[in-house]
């Protein structure tokens, strides 16, 4: 893109402080900010004005889920199914750690953040005990992709590098970072978080397959033979990862993808519930719901929409492959964005001042033509860390991890 082309494109979009920001720069900061905007896309910055717009929900039924009680009977069918897979090499796990600590205090990446009590104990840390659990027991290593951004992705490697990647065979972990998305104020206009630079932020874990294939990280995949992926959230501590379990059950069922699920703790509980929607598998969030469907249950007393997800899915790799290219739906998100103003000073604000784009990976659910919903106990596979006291916190995460025997 030449510079008329340049100027034209943010003209044609309203951006013409961004060429007032780029002709103040040398040759190499003009460089960085063009390639930066070339990779703009226009169509996702226009939402900004739809933000307020609510996406338009389908037909809404109850999903049930494969219980506990029920696993419980065909465990061992199921854990030995799971294993084989396993020890085939047809099982890979996808850690999504694009994030910062930031909620928790931390400027770093969130998996590096200690949890530990009388010693250091690190999320990350917790996430590879918890895989070496299952490789121990398989008696083979699971290849473990670990999507950063260019936010953490020195620091995320540099990491696991010190740590000696925390007992984890180094050849078994592929980094690779995820796309990013520019953010823009209330009126549509492009921040800057430099002179040089527009305001870049992760585009959300929606994209974490795409983002593996123009990464190159899909060909591993495809090297080893790897036929379903398990990907899950870093802040879950609790969690079992490539669980041959659950694997054991996807692939018995004979649907195409798989979601842990915990029953909810209660009917207000702020969770996604699994459902359908429109006869396939779809995710409603909590504010979604309208009282109605909160509070509906069937014969037994049970809720009706009472499993929520916990971020942790199993995917077919080949039906990943399919709907790659499928456009998402986009999450237009109020946040507050550090960005330079006109004069080159950093501004900080205190309350949401602009929009993130995101995408989000419980909308591929809906992409996929069936999926098993697998109850998990929630005390056992669900200690969330998304604030530093108070519900689902680091403090709630501690006291589980020390009711699982986790020394801390």
């Known amino acids: 893109m030449n510079e008329n082309e340049l100027f034209s494109v943010l003209c044609d979009n309203g951006q013409e402080h961004i060429i007032e920001a780029y002709k103040k720069l040398d040759q190499m900061g003009k460089k960085k900010l063009a390639a930066q905007v070339e990779k703009v896309d226009w169509s996702v910055v226009a939402m900004s004005n739809q933000a307020s717009l609510s996406q338009e929900r389908g037909n809404l039924q109850p999903l049930s889920a494969l219980e506990i009680t029920e696993i419980e009977k065909n465990k061992a069918e199921y ?29 770093g ?54 740590k000696n990647y925390f007992g984890y065979p180094k050849d078994f972990v592929k980094f690779f ?27 959300g874990n929606g994209g974490w397959f795409y983002s593996m294939a123009v990464t190159g990280v899909l060909d591993d995949v495809k090297e080893r033979g790897v036929e379903w992926l398990n990907i899950f959230a870093v802040d879950n501590v609790l969690q079992r990862i490539a669980d041959p379990v659950f694997v054991g059950a996807v692939l018995d069922s004979g649907c195409v993808s798989g979601a842990k699920v915990v029953r909810k703790a209660d009917p207000q509980e702020k969770i996604g519930v699994l459902c359908l929607e429109d006869g396939r598998p779809s995710i409603v969030e909590y504010y ?7 509070h509906s249950r069937e014969e037994n007393g049970e809720l009706s929409y009472n499993f929520g997800v916990i971020l942790n899915y199993l995917f077919r790799v080949d039906k990943l492959e399919e709907i790659m290219n499928q456009k998402m739906q986009v999450h237009v998100v109020e946040k507050k964005i550090p ?17 993130k784009f995101e995408l989000l990976v419980l909308d591929m659910i809906h992409m996929f033509e069936n999926c098993l919903s697998y109850e998990v106990v929630r005390d056992y596979e669900f200690a969330p860390i998304k604030n530093r006291t108070g519900v689902d916190s680091v403090e709630s995460a501690q006291a589980l991890l020390q009711k699982n025997g986790v020394v801390l």
């Open 79 to 107: 854990e030995k199914t799971g294993l084989m897979a396993i020890r085939a090499s047809k099982v890979g796990a996808v850690l999504l750690a694009g994030g910062q600590g930031t909620r928790l205090g931390s400027d």
């Open 109 to 162: 990446p969130k998996g590096k953040y200690n949890i530990g009590l009388t010693k250091d104990v690190y999320i990350f840390e917790r996430l590879i005990c918890n895989l070496m659990e299952v490789t121990d027991k398989a008696g083979c290593f699971v290849p473990l992709y670990v999507m950063t951004s260019d936010k953490n992705h020195d620091e995320t490697t540099a990491f696991f590098e010190e």
């Open 177 to 203: 970072k995820q796309e990013m998305a520019p953010s823009v104020d209330f009126d549509g206009k492009l921040y800057m978080e430099a002179a040089d630079s527009l305001s870049l932020s992760p585009n």
């Open 288 to 294: 979604e719901m309208t009282d109605e469907i909160i």
């Open 339 to 355: 960005y330079i103003d006109g004069n080159g000073n950093m501004v900080k604000p205190e309350t949401p001042n602009g929009y």
